[in-house]
Structure formats: C-alpha cells, structure tokens
C-alpha cells in the first residue's frame, strides 16, 4: 500500500517562521513534523510514499531526498500552481492506480493508529475512508457526521456555532481506492472535503468515518505550534525524541555539552552538539536546537529555539519561537508568543513584546522597545527619535498606523483641550500621513491648528505665538523621497528636547492612549493669516533697511518658502531673480546630484546677473546654502564663519550659540569684534534653548541652519535670509572679501563604529586618556573634548542614534590635525573591540 504526503501548504498563519521555509519543514522536538510522518508511515509498514509539493518545493525534496535515511522510498509531485487538497493528489493519479492509497497530511502531528485505520475501511468495503477526531473547539475545521456504523451522513466545513451538530472534526486523514480519482477533475483547484466527498456522497457512495482514539494535532497557528512541543515533550503523542533522556523528562543528545551546573526542569530536549553553559536555566517545555548556544545566566521557559541559535549572557525567553541561525545577544528579553525568524539579530538589552512577530533577516537594535510586529523594516529601532525627528520608509517603517499611535502617545502626554499647530511639506506622502495625525490628536482631546503645506520656521512661530502645546510637522527626508520625517514640537516651537523625547516613547512602547468621551472629541481649524502674521512679525524684527538697491537670487527648491517669499519679498522692495518657485510633491526632495546641479546653475545666474549673493533653501525653508557674488559657492562651515563675522561686527558686543563641533576659528572672529562664545551640546533642542537666553545676537548649527534671536530661537532659513540682505547691504565688503580674511580651517573629521554595548567603555577609556594628558583641558558639554595650549583640540562623541563614534580634530595645519585624530581613533578603536 502506497501513502501520499500532501506537503504543498504555504501555512500563511505560521509566519514568520514560514516565510523561508515550507511548514512541513517546521520543527517539532527537533525534526521537521514531515519526518514524523513519515516515520509514522514506516511504523505502520508503508514505505512507498508520493509528496505532492508547491510552495518552496525543493527545500524538502532536498532535505528527505529518496527517502532511504528513512528507510523510505520517496517521490515527489510538483504543482506549479495549487491546486487544493484533491487535485494535488490527482496530480500524482500515474503512481496511484495500482492500489488503494492512504493520504495524510505532512503538516499535522498525530500517531492515529493507521493499521487499525485500514483494517476498518476493508471491513466496510468503503470508496472511501475519513480519518475523525474528536475536539472541543470543532470550529476550525470541517465537521462530519456519521451514523452508528460509521456511514458518513453530512459535510459541514468550517460550521458556525449554530450549525455544529458534532465534535468529530476531519483530520485530513484519507484512505481511498484508486477510482475515486476519477471524480476529480485534472490540472483544476479541487477541494476533498467541500468539493469530491460531498458529490460522491449525493451519488450514493460507501464514504465511511473513522473515529480515532490517538493524537491529532493540525500545527495551524503559533498557539498549536507550542501546543504540539510541549505534548511532545509530556509523551502525549507517541514519537521518537532523539537523545538519551537524562532524568525524567529531561532529553539531551548524546553530542550535547551540558555543564552540571546549568539548571534543567523538563520537560525538555536539548539538541545535537548543543551546548549549555553553567548558570543557564532551562525550564519546563522548552526545546533547545541542534548546535544552539545558551551562555551564562540565560532563562528559557516554554521556549523553542531551532537550529544554530546564539543566546547570550542574561538573555531572556519566556513562551516563544526563535528561528535558526539568529543571535539573541546579552541580556535581550523576548516574552511571550513572539516569534522570531530566521538568522535575526536581537542586540544588547532589546526587548520584545508579546505577540511581536520579527520577520527574518532583521535586526533589533540594543535597547531597543519592539512592541509592533517587525515586517518590511530592515531594523527595529533602538530610539523612537532620531536625528530628525522619528523618521523611516514612507508606508513601510512610517505608515499610517505608526502616525496615529505617535500622535496619540503624543496627545496622551498633554492636557485635554490643549492646542498643537500641525503642517507638511508639499508631498503627497506627507499629505496623507498628517491626516492621520489629525486624526488621531482630535480623538485625544487636543485641538489641532492645522497650516496645511507651510515651511518648518512659519509652524515653528505659529506653535510659540498661539501658546500652543507644541506642533507636529511631515517633511520628506532631505536627500531620500522615499523617507519621511516626523517632526514634534514643544511649546516654544523647538524640537521636542530628550525628557519629553523619553516620556513620549514610554507611552509609545506601552500604547496607554488616553481617548477622549464623545463630548470631548476636539476641534480641527485653519488659521486664515499665518504667512501674513508670520511676514508681519519677521520684518517687525529684522533691519532690513537699505536694501532696495540690492539684487538677490533665490532657489526656492520647489518647496514651501515659495508661499512666504513672495510677500515677504514685495515689502521690502529688494530686486529679486527667483527659481524653483513652486510646490514640487513629485520631487519634494533632491538627491545629491540634484542638489549640486541646481547650485551650479544658481552660480551661474548669481554671476551673470551681477547679484549681491544668491541663497537657495531647503524645501522646508529651514536651511540654506549662500552662494557669493563671484557665483562661488560657500560650504556650510565657512558660511557659518562669513554670517557670523557679519553679525559680529555690526554688534561688536553680545553672545553667539554654537555647538561644540564647530571650529575654533570661530572663537577668532568672535574675539575680533568683541563677541562672547556659548558651546551647547548637538542636542536638537539645544541650540534653541541658548538661543532663547540673555544678550544673544547668533547662533548656528553649522549645517546650513542659522538663528534670529531677536526673533525667534529656532532655525528659521527665511529670516536668516532677510537678516542677511540688511547685513550685506549695510557692509562695504562683499561676501567674497569677508570670507578671505577670516582664517583657514584646519579641521577633520572621522567615523568609528562602535556597538552599542562598548559605547560605554569606550568613552571611560577616552576619559582616562584625556586625564592622562596633564597638558590638555577637558570639556565634557558634549561627548569628551580635549583642548590643549597650541590651540589643537580633539572632540570624541558617541553618536545618539547609531551604533557609532564621531571624532573631530582641529590643528594648526592638516597634518597636525591627521596625527591628532589618528592617535585619538586608535584608543577608540581598542575600546570599541
């Protein structure tokens, strides 16, 4: 008698562990549940087996091959497009018409006694013979009710509770006779249970029930998954566990390496060439894979870990599935029904949530908060925050989804009835994820002023001016359309600093929304004069006296300061050449070689056009780039240096608010014209908040964003710009002369990584270095600075947001600054090891 091992299955409901391998693949005590049907078979004295396969099919005929490690002998039959339960056997009719056949399914574990099975389909002279168990939940599967002999009366697949006449569900278990192959129609989707049986039983056909006694268990879900290891393991279902058992329930493999001093509570299994660690605890149910490693001081509880799987010292799991080849560093936590996949790598401290599902191929950044299933990112992230605000692929990492429980994290995190201004850029993305955050700030309690498109410093003025709780804007990543950047506010309009930062992404990771009653749903309005209110304040602020003569270019880059510009630019009577004034939402940022192409061409018309300079923002008027009356173009540091010595020199007194990455000649042009130096950390908010302080008349972040204090503490492009048209035409240098007399720069910059577990030693190691140089001065505003009396300076900071550390150094000449850097990257590089 031949057998058929229906093996085609996708199991949809088992991903992600099978998202790269078929299920009958899947593990159970260490062997894939096929082979246990298999040797099921062979118990039972069959050995001739058809596999009907389709999805991922040569993985298993790679891994069972003829069948003779078995004892089997196997052959496969491949679908290329499913075609259900019947017509996958029909597909194998040519090996199956010699005799009666049994077909079982290769994703099931059971020990249903088949010979017993066979032996009453020959007693009833049946067509065909149904494999019955009886359930408590018959929801799930199909029901068939059969009468005193066995006969089977009726079909009822996947019944409601008002339709189940019965507990005895089919196991997808099947003993035919060659003819009933020919009611099954060829190369067609045909279905056993709802599609053949019903036809031949309305034909009048011997179609019998057999009810049995043993285990049956339909591996459908992650629940029965855990639920067929663990009775495995408690000997409920009878099957080979590989290994010699240790104590009473307690199977290790003959090549494991187990230290006596590991803690182990079965029932459990530990694989071939596993190896356990004194101090590790494995307790009841867990199954440990062939060549896995569990260190020191790791717990596993109800856990199944596949094949080659690193867990390291500390490491928690408690009720879940790791796939193989993935790394769970030290001290990383995954709770319980979370599922890993395969070859994933969960660093340092991660925790993952209950029911989070890591697809394979990803990483979970140390210490990082996973509570939302990990899919089509490529990592879990460590911060919500980062450099930008929360930023990721647009409908991958930031979705709508993501949007509403930000802002109800948010909106949780402030008081009913406050007020939050919202904006975007002008892509389409950004459009429609701001209506979820609307969406989403209403339904919890906070009314939304919403600008619609708007520029980054018009939100940021508008969220300080209406004494607004804070603001939310959407802006294309600079330099990837692809991404989108979510920028929160506080009440000042400055970046959310790192206290509401953390407090926001507490709320965040435990999803404790606070929803509002029905009456207190809020409002959402459209302030009607905001760029008006905006222009008024700005040129109420900023001397722009004597600037009609002057002749300017300007790139508005196809983003928002298009909206501002004109009227501002109409007040103040400057003769203008404007680009690129429109809103672009199919190009709502530029790549690196738009960005360079456009500055070539704003060159070109700043020289030919005879213009004063030429400045070109970014397309959420936050940042610009200036270009000198020459055409030439000047980097960020030296337009930081250029502005500054402007400023600098009509004050001749006063503060100016620069981060500790600056070069020091800035420190020279201060000195020049009487001007002190603040050095704020690389915080995002800052330089804000020093702006915001006594006598400040600058500040700058050196990446093309420049304040107005006497207007606003923010980075605001549109009022550096009109700033900058009273300051040049108040000077009699041109932008070019300035910058030729401020000094040289003579400073370099380097990136090291460095994980995030060694971030900390690192910075101790650089610490006792630095106090070692009895001749350098230590600064510690941000990261560790050493400052010696030649002037040179090196500055080491770990990055906030990458697993990597920054260096800066600064010297009288290149070479001292290259040595000086060197010498400091080493003792980094040592740390980091």
């Not at 099919?57 to 259900?84: C, H, I, K, W």
């Not at 899919?375 to 647009?394: A, H």
């Not at 979705?399 to 949780?412: K, N, P």
């Not at 003769?575 to 199919?586: G, M, Y």
């Amino acid at each position: 008698m031949k057998a058929v091992v229906m093996a085609g299955g996708e199991g949809t409901r088992l991903r992600p562990m099978t998202a790269n391998q078929p299920k009958p693949l899947l593990p159970v005590v260490n062997r894939p549940i096929m082979e246990h049907v298999l040797r099921l078979l062979k118990r039972h004295g069959i050995t001739e087996t058809v596999v009907t396969l389709q999805f991922l099919a040569a993985l298993v005929r790679n891994y069972f091959g003829d069948g003779d490690e078995l004892g089997m002998s196997l052959q496969y039959a491949t679908e290329d497009v499913p075609l259900g339960t019947a017509g996958s056997v029909k597909n194998a009719e040519d090996r199956l018409r010699d005799d009666r056949f049994l077909v079982i399914s290769g994703d099931a574990l059971t020990d249903i006694d088949l010979t017993d099975m066979i032996r009453f389909h020959r007693e009833n002279s049946a067509l065909v013979t149904i494999g019955l168990k009886r359930v408590p939940n018959p929801l799930e599967f199909g029901i068939i009710i059969v009468d005193d002999g066995g006969r089977v009366q009726r079909f009822l697949e996947k019944p409601t509770w008002g339709q189940v006449f019965s507990d005895t569900v089919n196991t997808g278990i099947y003993i035919m006779e060659p003819e009933v192959l020919d009611a099954v129609a060829a190369g067609e989707p045909v279905d056993w249970s709802s599609d053949v049986f019903p036809a031949l039983l309305d034909r009048g056909a011997a179609i019998y029930g057999y009810v049995a006694d043993g285990y049956w268990e339909d591996v459908g879900t992650h629940d029965s998954y855990l639920k067929a290891q663990a009775d495995a393991l408690s000997g409920r279902v009878d099957l080979e566990i590989g290994g010699f058992e240790l104590s009473p329930g307690v199977w290790v493999a003959d090549s494991a390496s187990v230290d006596p001093d590991a803690v182990l509570k079965g029932p459990l299994l530990i694989g071939d060439y596993a190896k356990v660690e004194a101090g590790a605890e494995l307790r009841e149910y867990t199954v440990l894979g062939n060549n896995a490693v569990v260190r020191e001081g790791a717990f596993l509880h109800r856990a199944v870990v596949h094949d080659n799987v690193y867990l390291g010292p500390g490491a928690h799991l408690r009720g879940c599935v790791v796939g193989k080849s993935t790394d769970i560093m030290a001290g990383a936590r995954i709770e319980e029904n979370a599922v890993i996949g395969d070859e994933c790598v969960i660093e340092p401290e991660a925790y993952v949530s209950s029911g989070v599902k890591v697809y394979p191929f990803k990483t979970i950044e140390a210490g990082a908060v996973v509570n939302t299933s990990v899919i089509w990112e490529s990592r879990g992230q460590r911060n919500l925050f980062g450099p930008r605000g929360v930023s990721g692929l647009v409908n991958v990492e930031i979705t709508a989804e993501l949007c509403v429980r930000l802002a109800s994290a948010y909106a949780t995190t402030l008081k009913k009835g406050e007020y939050v201004v919202t904006s975007r850029d002008c892509s389409l993305a950004a459009r429609a994820l701001k209506r979820a955050v609307i969406g989403a700030l209403t339904a919890g309690a906070i009314n939304v002023l919403d600008l619609e498109a708007a520029p980054l410093p018009v939100t940021r003025f508008h969220t300080a001016r209406e004494s607004a709780a804070g603001g939310i804007t959407l802006r294309t990543t600079p330099g990837d359309p692809q991404s989108v950047d979510i920028v929160i506010m506080d009440g000042r309009g400055a970046d959310l600093p790192p206290a509401a930062q953390r407090k926001l992404e507490r709320v965040f990771s435990r999803q404790e929304f606070r929803r509002a009653f029905p009456g207190e749903i809020a409002e959402l309005t459209y302030p009607a004069r905001a760029v008006e209110d905006y222009t008024h304040e700005l040129l109420r602020h900023v001397d722009v006296g004597d600037v009609r003569d002057m002749k300017v270019v300007v790139d508005c880059a196809g983003g928002t300061s298009s909206l501002v510009l004109p009227t501002l630019l109409g007040r103040v009577g400057v003769e203008v050449l404007t680009v690129n004034a429109r809103l672009d939402d199919v190009s709502p940022t530029e790549t690196l070689a738009e960005r360079r192409r456009d500055l070539q061409r704003l060159s070109e018309l700043v020289s030919s056009s005879r213009a004063a300079f030429g400045v070109r923002f970014d397309p959420v008027g936050e940042r610009i780039a200036l270009v000198d009356e020459m055409g030439q173009l000047i980097n960020d540091e030296r337009s930081l240096l250029v502005v500054l010595d402007l400023v600098a020199a009509e004050r001749r007194g006063g503060q100016v608010a620069l981060p500790v990455t600056t070069t020091r000649v800035a420190e020279q042009v201060c000195r020049f014209h009487g001007v002190q130096v603040q050095w704020t950390s690389t915080a995002l908010d800052a330089l804000t908040s020093a702006a915001a302080g006594p006598d400040m008349i600058f500040a700058a972040d050196g990446r093309g964003g420049f304040v107005v204090p006497e207007f606003s503490p923010a980075i605001d492009g549109l009022a550096s710009f009109m700033r900058l048209l009273g300051l040049v035409a108040r000077t009699r240098l041109s932008l070019s002369q300035i910058d030729a007399r401020i000094p040289e720069v003579k400073m370099l910059k380097r990136t090291i990584p460095t994980p995030w577990a060694a971030k900390g030693a690192v910075m101790r190691s650089v610490i006792e270095a630095a106090e070692a140089e009895h001749e350098g001065r230590i600064d510690t505003t941000d990261g560790v600075r050493v400052a010696h009396d030649d002037g040179s300076w090196v500055l080491v900071l770990p990055a906030a947001s990458e697993p990597v550390t920054d260096l800066w150094a600064e010297a009288g000449d290149m070479d001292g600054a290259q040595a000086l850097l060197e010498r400091w990257a080493r003792i980094v590089e040592q740390a980091a090891m």
